[in-house]
């Protein structure tokens, strides 16, 4: 371990009034386990007796662990490879780069890991910048492979606790497992329909087909506000009015929680209010502290009253607070005001530790500066044996204090000890329909109609379905939903219907259509010239289905636009 001494020391009894101080604050606020409607008779009941605290039982295994089990809880990497214990020659290859092993399972192992990320990408990614590999094909592989990263886990000291095994399922342009299950509209298309329920009823369905594959860490929803038009944040935001993506906010997290699975609200400290992308560069946030108060925290102040069991901090440089130091690192942002003005006693995970912005220090610096910056959870570092050992190091040189290790891995496994209350459904309950009504209600309610007859006036003759290019899949989607809904398709001729999505702007329009529909942010619809807008702000199955039903007429769209878009109305439909 590059010359680091691995003598095993013990958390000890000195920890005891931390631990018993943190328990008492980790407990605080509405359970995410609250009684709410479910949209699925699968979700599973969270266990609620005191006589197994989550914190309790934290503060108890952490004072047995040796340094090297500390160090390795707060380590959330990823791995190469779609199942625990056998990869192929090329995964193998990238986790020996990444961790000096073969397989996930080895990684685990080695490094006494708090948990894993599940990564995958798609071409209408914003994050696929960091996304190195993937983890995901469907949903069998993904309930053996967790199956895999759980065993595994089960043999470390800390495997009372469970595994934490996350993943990027925010849906819409960031959607980690998109086949086999249920698919929500994006987050924009819930802040259109307006309506927190059903936002919440939706949430509980994906987060039971979650839990069901063994996922019970979902690093969303996102809680930036678009203020704006950035294209890294997008239709992944609820929108841009900060009480109504704080409501939303608060019913992603209820869903989530009380179908067993974490909640994680991000990017803290506001990620839309910078069109940059964090990815790539250190975006810069010029507001005061009062804007950012008014602005862009009123969501992630509702995200923790409504239990969020984690927050993301992002690659942020906020000007009046911190000038230069990414949120990521700033104890000024993540100690004095997430967790002292706002209130947040749960974990703080940091973004992709392989961004731009956090590989302007090694993989081992830049652990320690998170965890000393309040984080409790490090993911996605680039290297996780410097990680670990820069860690281990900085532990016995006191350059990371042991209270603030000790203090983040009892966050980590509270959260652990809370997500064991909770069983998971059986894999029959993926894409059941329980859980496609919850999506497809959710979806009919965001519509949104930004020019031309608000009624449930059909379209005239068979139409003709055009997208923008390689948007074969959804022209497929909307003519099936077209036909059942008893509109005839036909290849051209008929009125075109031209569907825009991710990434689309003028040049993507079609000047004869008749209808245009954005699937993405509306902003494109500006420079339509079509008699008809809509909006779905998504090209779910679901958002195409409610489509089809306004254009056949059968459904009267209800939606509002949550953004501006110049020279257009939030809806033709009335106040």
Wanted: neutral net charge; hydrophobic residues 45%.
């Amino acid at each position: 371990m590059g010359g680091v001494s691995i003598r095993p020391r013990r958390a000890g009894i000195a920890v005891a009034a931390l631990t018993a101080l943190l328990a008492s604050a980790c407990s605080t606020g509405p359970d995410p386990a609250d009684p709410a409607p479910s949209a699925s008779t699968s979700a599973p009941t969270p266990a609620t007796s005191s006589a197994a605290d989550p914190a309790a039982r934290a503060a108890a295994l952490v004072a047995t662990l040796a340094d090297e089990d500390l160090v390795g809880q707060v380590l959330m990497p990823y791995a190469y490879g779609s199942a625990a214990t056998t990869v192929s020659p090329g995964s193998a290859a990238g986790n020996r780069a990444l961790a000096g092993v073969d397989t996930p399972a080895e990684m685990i192992a080695k490094y006494r890991l708090g948990g894993l990320i599940l990564v995958g990408f798609s071409a209408d990614d914003p994050t696929k910048a960091n996304q190195k590999t993937t983890n995901v094909d469907n949903p069998k592989q993904v309930h053996e492979l967790t199956s895999g990263l759980r065993e595994a886990a089960g043999r470390l000291p800390t495997g009372a606790a469970p595994f934490l095994i996350g993943t990027d399922q925010e849906y819409g342009v960031v959607t980690r497992i998109t086949d086999g299950v249920t698919a929500l509209p994006s987050a924009l298309a819930a802040g259109a329909a307006g309506d927190p329920a059903l936002t919440e009823a939706a949430w509980r369905a994906a987060g039971a087909e979650l839990a069901a594959m063994g996922i019970n860490l979902d690093f969303a929803p996102i809680g930036d506000v678009l203020a704006t038009r950035s294209t890294v944040i997008g239709s992944r935001s609820f929108g841009a009015d900060p009480k109504q993506v704080a409501a939303q906010v608060g019913g992603a997290v209820r869903g989530l929680q009380a179908a067993g699975v974490a909640a994680t609200v991000k990017h803290f400290p506001g990620h839309g209010h910078s069109a940059d992308d964090s990815h790539k560069e250190l975006p810069a946030l010029t507001q005061s502290r009062a804007a950012l108060g008014a602005g862009a925290w009123p969501p992630f102040t509702a995200g923790i009253e409504a239990g969020t069991m984690a927050v993301m901090s992002g690659h942020l440089d906020v000007r009046a607070i911190d000038p230069g130091t990414p949120a990521t690192f700033s104890h000024k942002l993540l100690t004095d005001v997430l967790r002292k003005q706002l209130g947040f006693q749960g974990v703080v995970i940091t973004d992709g530790m392989n961004m731009a912005p956090a590989m302007r220090w090694s993989p081992g610096e830049a652990a320690v500066r998170a965890l000393n910056a309040g984080n409790d959870l490090i993911l996605m570092t680039p290297n996780v044996t410097q990680a670990y050992d820069g860690l281990l190091a900085a532990l016995r040189d006191g350059s990371l204090p042991r209270a603030r290790l000790v203090d983040a891995v009892t966050r980590v496994l509270t959260m652990k000890f809370r997500l064991a209350g909770s069983s998971a459904p059986a894999m029959s309950t993926l894409d059941d329909p329980a859980h496609r009504a919850a999506a497809e209600k959710l979806a009919g309610a965001a519509v949104t109609v930004l020019r031309g007859s608000c009624g449930t006036t059909p379209v005239k003759g068979p139409v003709t379905v055009s997208t923008s290019g390689g948007r074969d899949r959804t022209r497929a989607l909307l003519t099936d939903a077209l036909k059942a809904a008893g509109v005839p398709v036909v290849p051209s001729g008929g009125t075109v219907v031209h569907l825009v999505g991710y990434g689309d702007g003028a040049s993507d329009l079609r000047a004869d259509a008749a209808v245009t529909v954005a699937m993405d942010t509306p902003y494109v619809l500006g420079d339509a010239k079509s008699p008809r807008l809509l909006a779905t702000y998504s090209s779910s199955r679901s958002s195409m289905t409610a489509l089809a039903a306004v254009l056949a007429g059968k459904a009267r769209p209800a939606g509002r636009s949550p953004v501006a878009v110049p020279h257009l109305p939030a809806t033709t439909c009335g106040a």
